[in-house]
């Protein structure tokens, strides 16, 4: 019997399906093993010596394996393709020699770059040994990861409270998106006028043409910057003769992009299907694990995490004999097209992403697939077969007209685009990161050299320029992929935990950077800038690949980097908190005090009128605050909300807002420990109410703060009972109550909205769910059975969805999206928790008789032993950023 070992438990199942019964296959679940978070686990002393701990949720696994590698004749490693992957085959050898399991046995490494049946055959023909250089790479990567998250986030702790963590990469990416947002408040707009004249033919056909030069000089986009310029222009274009200089038609050609790579894939997701990149890559990672298409699990798509453009050559064949089964002869080219990477630091060892078998057509499969996976799955396979299709045929014309005007001569200028042959378009077009305008939709009427044309009207319109876009999900990854920033592979684990840590936040599909993340990007700029610049981290990760290509010594590149980020750490030493504000007054001053609409100093306290506004810092974090406290108490967020940010400021630094209609008592705006709140007048217990997720501080007026203020609102009698319904915000959101029953609303504005109907509609929703269901869920979905038997369903619960297993729950992680969780992901959530000790509580044990059964007296009891002194609470850890 020969024991395979692979990741996850549905590859084990499927592969053991192809193997057949002389192999066992066994699944690690992912990493055994870690670095504790705990100082000393890298120890620079010791030649940068690892600590490694095994995972306790992988404790029982690896028991598993171990039992059953004694027994085995050969172990065979059949991890992911990847340095993760040779990385946890290495780490599942190394425990196994720890436990001195072998005796003996072949250990060999396999790779298969898909989950179909001749993928897995054919890997078992070609065994190879663990690749030392891709462990090593993982190492390097591994430690640095662990030095700059363990080092750097206590140095943030003393230095600058509110920061949670900075990593390697994180931080870099972090920078990112804090520069582009910095070139936003610092865009100035740039007014100019576009004049277009609406001409036609003399067969009568309409078309626009662009004034471009005047009086023999050209004329640029934003050469015309005010309305009297524009209006003389429009003056003389209104009554000139129009006629057609030239008239120039080049052709052209648009060529296919390549299948996907990890990057490209994650990008045109966003793009096109909204998906994030930790989205696109779970829903990648199912396809590739198989999904059951008529009672056989196959895997649809070749291994997701590649930098490679290029697929194998039997797979061009049949995408090639697909095409030209599927399309007309002038579709397929005389040659196979090759891709080449153009992405730097890009590693060539595995496949482009494509269909394991371009015959299964996406409407083959929608039967078996959710609506994110095939959505996926059709956009790999439309890239992949598009990507051999013939290139698009295209007509450029531009027509160059002339008119003369009282002695002047303007130019003007009219193009076009038009598809002679749609080629690859006919299936796939790329998405695109803005809104421009296609022009393959316009196209010119036919025009000749000196042809007369009829003037149909001038337009002359305004324009500003506009600055940069912030980044999406899919713009960051393609930028930092061109810098050269960390691995694609992580991309999607990076943006997670700028989101986790709240340093970024997603409006419209846009990273806005927030206070906290723009802080740490500023403090790492001003004290740590080497390791937050572009350059030093796309050349570390360069030493990174050199180390995976066994052409640089891994430990070498670790006492370089060492050396320089102890010095910088220690030189932060005896860095007092007013240095680290003054540098960050500077950095973020424009900012944190944007200039006033009166003209007047923007760092001027306007309630004392004396003091100096500056960043200051508390254990809840940073904020503003005035030189003259404690006599003048005025504070406010660190980004003002604009020129009227102390309109209506008390002189404790609390905005009111009005006066309640009823009581006279002025309602406040105030910042507090949990978050903004209003408060109805001063005194011993006021009342008083926090503004509900999503409400903005900025936003809030009299009106909405009263309505706030006077919650719970009374909706009306219950029908049945007589008893009143009620609506409120409580400790868990917007809800609705009856009778010491509760149901939850989905938005606060309901809570001041619903009517007695739709209150009775969801009190009865809440009791058909039964106990602990919300209103409007859905009732418990089941994922599957597990492997040992029972089913495993999803539910929402009371403190949010969970999985269960007979009397086994165990709570879903906030970071999962409960709608696209697998039963993979719940039967290793479950294991954790029994492993944890989250199972069914034993049967308690019976208290010993008070006398045995021959009548003696039971034995005396041995002295209790004394309890140890209780430790001091450890200190708080730092945990570096696995991501990076």
């Known amino acids: 019997m020969d024991l395979v070992i692979v990741e996850s438990p549905a590859k084990a199942k499927t592969i053991n399906k192809y193997l057949g019964s002389g192999y066992e296959v066994l699944a690690s679940y992912g990493h055994v093993r870690d670095l504790p978070a705990k100082d000393g686990s890298v120890d620079p002393e010791q030649d940068f010596h690892m600590l490694w701990e095994v995972d306790a949720k992988a404790q029982k696994r690896l028991a598993d394996i171990t039992r059953a590698v004694r027994g085995a004749d050969r172990l065979i490693l059949a991890t992911d393709p990847d340095r993760e992957g040779e990385a946890i085959s290495w780490h599942v050898l190394e425990v196994l020699r720890e436990k001195k399991a072998l005796k003996g046995q072949t250990v060999q490494r396999v790779v298969f770059n898909a989950i179909t049946k001749q993928s897995v055959l054919d890997a078992m023909k070609a065994p190879r040994e663990i690749d030392t250089a891709l462990v090593d790479a993982y190492l390097a990567r591994r430690a640095l990861d662990y030095l700059v998250g363990f080092t750097l986030s206590p140095v943030l702790w003393r230095k600058l409270p509110g920061a949670r963590s900075a990593g390697r ?182 496949e482009a992403i494509r269909p394991t078998d371009v015959s299964r057509r996406p409407q083959d499969v929608r039967q078996y697939l959710d609506k994110e996976q095939l959505a996926l799955y059709e956009l790999i396979w439309k890239r992949t077969v598009a990507s051999q299709m013939e290139s698009a045929e295209v007509e450029r014309t531009t027509a160059e007209i002339v008119a003369h005007a009282g002695g002047r001569g303007l130019e003007l200028r009219a193009s076009g685009t038009v598809i002679t042959f ?53 713009s960051l990854v393609k930028k930092m992929e061109e810098l050269g920033i960390g691995r694609p592979s992580t991309y999607a684990a990076t943006l997670g935990v700028l989101r986790d840590r709240g340093y970024v936040e997603i409006d419209k599909k846009r990273l806005v950077p927030q206070d906290t993340g723009r802080l740490l990007t500023a403090f790492l700029e001003s004290f740590f800038r080497r390791y937050v610049e572009y350059d030093f981290t796309a050349s570390l990760e360069e030493k990174l690949d050199l180390i995976s290509d066994n052409e640089l010594d891994w430990k070498e590149v670790l006492r370089d980097f060492w050396r320089d980020f102890a010095a910088a750490i220690a030189g932060t030493k005896e860095l007092r908190t007013t240095e680290v504000l003054d540098s960050l007054n500077e950095v973020l001053g424009p900012h944190i005090f944007p200039p006033r609409a009166d003209g007047g100093d923007p760092r001027t306290c306007q309630v004392c009128g004396t003091g100096r506004l500056s960043l200051k810092t508390s254990k809840f974090g940073a904020f503003i605050g005035c030189s003259n406290y404690p006599e003048c108490r005025y504070t406010r967020p660190l980004a003002a909300s604009g020129a009227d940010d102390t309109a209506g400021v008390g002189g404790d630094g609390n905005k009111v807002l009005g006066q309640d209609p009823q009581s006279g008592l002025d309602v406040t705006l105030r910042d507090g420990r949990f978050g903004p709140y209003v408060q109805l007048g001063d005194g011993d217990k006021p009342k008083r109410a926090s503004l509900p997720k999503g409400w903005a501080p900025g936003e809030m007026t009299l ?139 034993p049967a308690r044990k019976k208290a010993p008789a008070k006398a045995a059964a021959n009548g003696k007296a039971p034995a005396k009891k041995a002295a209790a032993k004394k309890a140890p002194a209780k430790k001091k609470p450890a200190a708080r850890k730092a945990v570096a950023t696995a991501s990076d």
């Open 169 to 350: 990469v994180q931080s870099v990416a972090l920078r990112l998106v804090c520069d582009r947002e910095r070139d936003i408040e610092t865009f100035v707009k740039q007014e100019y006028w576009s004049l277009v004249a609406t001409l036609a033919n003399t067969k009568g056909e309409p078309f626009e043409a662009r004034l471009v030069g005047a009086d023999g000089k050209k004329i640029s986009r934003l050469g015309i910057n005010s309305g009297d310029e524009a209006a003389a222009f429009k003056r003389a274009l209104d009554f000139a003769d129009f006629s057609v200089a030239s008239v120039e038609a080049k052709p052209g050609k648009r060529h296919p992009q390549p299948p996907f790579t990890t990057s490209t894939l994650q990008q045109e997701a966003s793009r096109k299907l909204g998906l994030s990149a930790t989205n696109a890559m779970r829903t990648a990672q199912r396809l590739y694990e198989g999904v059951d298409i008529g009672g056989e699990t196959v895997g649809l798509i070749t291994y997701m995490r590649t930098d490679g453009v290029q697929i194998a050559p039997e797979a061009v064949t049949q995408v090639r004999s697909f095409i030209g089964r599927s399309y007309d002869r002038r579709y397929l080219p005389g040659a196979p097209r090759v891709y080449k990477t153009k992405a730097k630091n890009a590693q060539e060892a595995h």
């Open 422 to 474: 749609d080629g690859f378009l006919a299936l796939y077009q790329e998405g695109r990161d803005d809104d421009s305008e296609d022009e393959d939709s316009r196209r010119l009427p036919i025009l000749a050299a000196h042809e007369r044309l009829e003037n149909r009207g001038i337009a002359s319109t305004q324009h500003f320029t506009e600055p940069p876009p912030r980044y999406t999900e899919a």
């Open 703 to 841: 009106e909405r703060a009263v309505e706030l203020l006077a919650l719970p609102r009374d909706i009306g009698l219950h029908p049945e009972t007589g008893k009143m319904i009620q609506a409120g915000i409580g400790r868990y959101g917007p809800y609705i109550s009856h009778d010491g029953k509760y149901a939850n609303l989905p938005t606060p504005e309901e809570v001041f909205e619903v009517g007695i109907n739709r209150a009775v509609d969801v009190l009865a929703e809440k009791a058909a769910g039964g106990r602990g269901a919300r209103a409007g869920s859905t009732p418990a979905k089941t994922l599957g059975d597990h492997p040992e038997g029972g089913a495993v369903t999803l539910r929402a619960g009371r403190f949010g969805p969970y999985v269960s297993h007979g009397k086994i729950n165990a709570t879903i992680p906030k970071s999962r999206d409960p709608e696209t969780f697998t039963l993979d992901e719940a039967v290793s959530l479950i294991a954790a928790k029994v492993e944890a000790g989250g199972g069914a509580k």
